[in-house]
């Protein structure tokens, strides 16, 4: 029995869908713990796509268990629309293949309003959010005033909870010139998407340590990247949860000491999507990937800010992480490039770094240290094993994982299973 942390080692976006979707083949559990539907997941099985927002890739393997997690926050409209969108995709969700936590918080219609007030409103510190509501519910949660999944289950007291926390939302709706929300409305809606996930709501801690007693593998899916992370990240341009390994731990209740290996997704370049510093960004790449019909979101379909690869970046998502393994994913996006530049310092006021500043001021004002590595010039994308790949692509791959500080385990060189090669 081994239990596996899937962590983004970028800033998001770096193909952990089919990273996890290769790892569930071992694992009975899959796990999210943290975030929301501002994650997309793109999976391609045979000649299906699949966009996972809140649900766990595993969803897509028979006998697999899925759990969204406490430290997940939950629109429990999404979620019916996703299991409602898989069922339709061949799909079928229930309460042997979801399990949803009582302890998970829930995203309200006014958390989506603020939200988008807030990216909208000048003087502001634009972030470029989802607008999905994630930072006011994760608010909610750490203030105190939050209701979660379990409340759906008893409408009564749901519904004064509910209408304690609309008025309060409405008073500042009214202060910010917005519209007020219908208390009725909202109650409604939920009450009844509540009676039909109740069957999936529970106490997720114990499943998962039973499961972890009968012997049974557990994979955490991350959702978004280390440098999106609240504590670790560009802070303020990060997303409100902890999208680093110790995440998994308090957004599922698996104390740390169980454990056993953390595999970090990064892309073969890096990307970014919203606002904040990128220091690596590069209008040659971002070009390139753009033109090849790469690099728009999966959630909001938002081009994504594209730049070479940052090994400062990485080495530290390495150390906070704790990354024992590497996938290295999109490495076909690089084919037709004769010379690739990596970042392996970075320059602030006249003085190398070799890791990140935690001020996002200070890191903006970085400039990359480069070294240039020769291109392959050939279709990676037909590889299939490592042993197909160019020797450039391999010394790529030896160089930035080298330099990242942790082993290589898996190459993504395309969206298909097929395309997913253990090193
Ligand atoms: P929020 O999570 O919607 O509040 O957005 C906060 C920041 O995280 C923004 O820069 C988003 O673009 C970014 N973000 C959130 N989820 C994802 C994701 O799944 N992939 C990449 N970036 C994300």
């Known amino acids: 029995m081994s239990n596996t942390v899937l962590v983004g080692a970028q800033w998001g976006d770096e193909g952990k869908g089919k990273v996890i979707d290769y790892l569930t083949e071992r694992a009975d559990v899959v796990v999210r713990s943290q975030g929301g539907n501002n994650a997309g997941h793109t999976v391609v099985v045979g000649d299906k796509k699949y966009i996972l927002r809140l649900i766990p890739s595993g969803i897509l393997r028979k006998g697999k268990l899925c759990v969204i997690g406490n430290g997940v926050v939950i629109d429990p409209v999404a979620l019916w629309e996703e299991i409602s969108e898989l069922g339709d995709q061949g799909i079928k969700v229930n309460s042997k293949n979801l399990l949803i936590s009582e302890s998970a918080h829930l995203v309200f219609p006014f958390h989506k309003l603020i939200d988008e007030y807030r990216e909208g409103s000048e003087g502001r510190r634009k972030i470029g959010t989802t607008k999905r509501g994630i930072g ?47 208390f009725r409305k909202i109650l409604d809606q939920y009450l009844a998407v509540g009676e039909k996930l109740t069957p999936l709501i529970t106490n997720t801690v114990l499943t998962i340590h039973k499961a972890m007693l009968d012997g049974k593998e557990i994979l955490f899916e991350g959702a978004q990247g280390t440098f999106l992370d609240v504590d670790h990240g560009t802070y303020p341009y990060v997303t409100s949860s902890n999208t680093t390994a110790g995440g998994a731990c308090t957004g599922s209740g698996v ?33 390139l990937l753009h033109s090849m019909g ?27 992480n704790g990354i024992d393994e590497l996938a290295v994913t999109n490495l076909d996006g690089l084919d037709s490039l004769p010379r690739l530049l990596v970042c392996v310092g970075y320059k602030l006021d006249g003085k190398k770094l070799q890791t990140p500043p935690t001020c996002v001021d200070q890191l903006a004002r970085c400039k990359p240290i ?24 391999k010394d790529y791959l030896k160089r930035i994982c080298d330099l990242t500080g942790a082993k290589l385990a898996l190459v993504g060189v395309g969206q298909s299973r097929a395309q997913t090669l253990p090193v």
């Open 136 to 182: 006011p519910a994760y608010g909610d949660k750490v203030t105190r005033i939050g209701l979660r999944v379990g409340d759906l289950r008893r409408p009564t007291l749901f519904e004064q909870k509910l209408k304690d926390r609309v008025k309060d939302a409405n008073w500042l709706l009214r202060e910010l010139g917005l519209k007020p929300m219908k």
């Open 255 to 287: 104390p740390p000491n169980r454990i056993d290996r953390v595999v970090g997704a990064m892309k073969a370049y890096t990307t970014r999507v919203g606002e904040g510093p990128f220091p690596t960004e590069n209008a040659e790449v971002a070009n």
């Open 294 to 320: 790469r690099e728009f979101g999966a959630v909001t379909g938002r081009e994504r800010r594209c730049g070479w690869f940052d090994a400062v970046a990485t080495r530290y998502a390495a150390i906070v």
């Open 370 to 393: 480069y070294i240039e590595l020769p291109g392959w010039q050939q279709d990676t994308s037909v590889a299939r094993s490592f042993d197909d790949l160019p020797e450039n692509a």
